[in-house]
């Protein structure tokens, strides 16, 4: 499937199917009647095989970073460590603290993942209750050893907080295989779907943790979202359109298959890679054995390129491709394959790029 004009090669939101932009165009309801039942559970359903999880699905009508905020307020009890590679994963720890929550970070430089045995030695020195991980770090295009830290964070008897929001739907998640505890999304990146809605897996203990926070508000409480949940429904007007269009979403993903679509996701972005480097002469910038498969940050440097400059000749030609982040904007810029985004399609793109680089 080919994409039209113009082709969006952006980190979130992404491009989207016409036939999930045309769910956006249903008839509403009220969210209190039996229409809107069937629509929440068979959402649910869909969210659980999606995360591999038993665990109730929570629908938040924010971006993730109120789940960053929900997390700050009802998972964490006093302390988290939180795991910081990157500016989203620094956002995560900024949430955390500004919630007057006690923060302490686990550093690496921007590029390289966070690994087991970092953050074993850690955890063996911290009074931390739980921790704070981004799973893939869109800012750099690292994507963090998820399964291994969670089973760090399992032996030392803390609740996990995983921000899986670039990944999932595009990378193996395993919610009850790994025990990952909260793991939160919004659907603006691989789920290829308009932002709006943004969900969580939360498992038993994070509600018995929930269950005794104070002042936790009301929007972000989530026992109040698991009171309403358990009657398929939400406290407050939840994104009815969005909620079709994920539910359409999940259901071409599920029939191009869920592995299937991983491996998309990795095959593509393989291509990406290899081309940029060995073709245009430009170099992957994170840590080659931690880089992301749902984005390429790429350096220009290696060849004297002003990464800005090339993003708007591409862009002139209808082609969006992600900016650098923050200090990196002139230095790299970032190629998503999230969602629907196909070998035809970067194809074509980095030929346009390769016509622009020749001058």
């Known amino acids: 499937m080919i994409m039209e004009f113009p082709k969006l090669f952006t980190v979130g939101p992404v491009y989207v199917r016409k036939e999930v932009r045309d769910e956006m165009s249903k008839q509403m309801f009220s969210h209190r009647s039996k229409q809107y039942e069937e ?12 995360l591999g999880t038993k665990n109730q699905v929570l629908y938040y009508t924010s971006s993730a970073t109120g789940i960053w905020e929900s997390c ?26 500004a ?28 009074n931390a209750d739980s921790v704070s991980i981004v799973h893939n770090e869109t800012s750099t295009g690292v994507m963090n050893p998820l399964s291994e830290l969670v089973k760090v964070c399992k032996k030392h008897s803390v609740l996990t907080m995983v921000d899986v929001v670039s990944s999932v739907g595009g990378a193996p998640i395993y919610v009850d295989k790994d025990g990952i505890d909260v793991c939160l999304f919004s659907v603006q990146k691989c789920l290829a779907v308009p932002p709006g809605l943004a969900c969580a897996s939360v498992s038993q203990a994070a509600f018995e943790r929930s ?34 269009a994920l539910s359409k979403s ?15 996701h990795k095959e593509v972005s393989d291509y990406v890679k290899k081309r940029c480097i060995n073709d245009f002469g430009f170099k992957l910038f994170p840590d080659p054995k931690h880089a992301s498969v749902t984005m390429s940050c790429i350096d220009t440097t290696t060849k004297g390129v002003n990464a800005k400059d090339l993003l708007a000749k591409m862009k002139e ?35 346009v790029m390769a016509s622009i680089l020749k001058g």
Not at 39 to 50: E, M
Not at 331 to 343: A, C, H, L, P
């Open 317 to 351: 030609k209808k082609y969006i491709i992600g900016s650098g982040y923050g200090e990196l904007k002139e230095k790299t810029f970032r190629v998503g394959n999230m969602g629907q985004v196909y070998m035809d399609d970067v194809k074509e793109m980095l030929d």
């Open 211 to 244: 269950s005794k926070a104070i002042n936790k508000g009301y929007y972000f409480d989530m026992k109040v979202l698991e009171k309403f949940n358990l009657k398929n429904n939400t406290p407050a007007t939840p994104p009815i359109p969005q909620m079709f």
């Open 99 to 126: 919630n007057g929550k006690e923060v302490e970070r686990l550093e690496k430089p921007i590029g390289h993942a966070i690994l087991p045995e970092e953050l074993d030695a850690a955890l063996s020195k911290s």
């Open 72 to 97: 700050a307020r009802n998972v964490v009890e006093k302390k988290a460590l939180c795991c910081v590679n990157g500016e989203f994963s620094k956002k995560f720890a900024d949430v955390i603290a």
């Open 250 to 264: 999940l259901d071409l993903i599920f029939e191009e298959g869920l592995e299937a679509v991983w491996k998309r």
């Open 39 to 50: 629509l929440h559970s068979g959402l649910q359903a869909k969210l659980q095989k999606l």
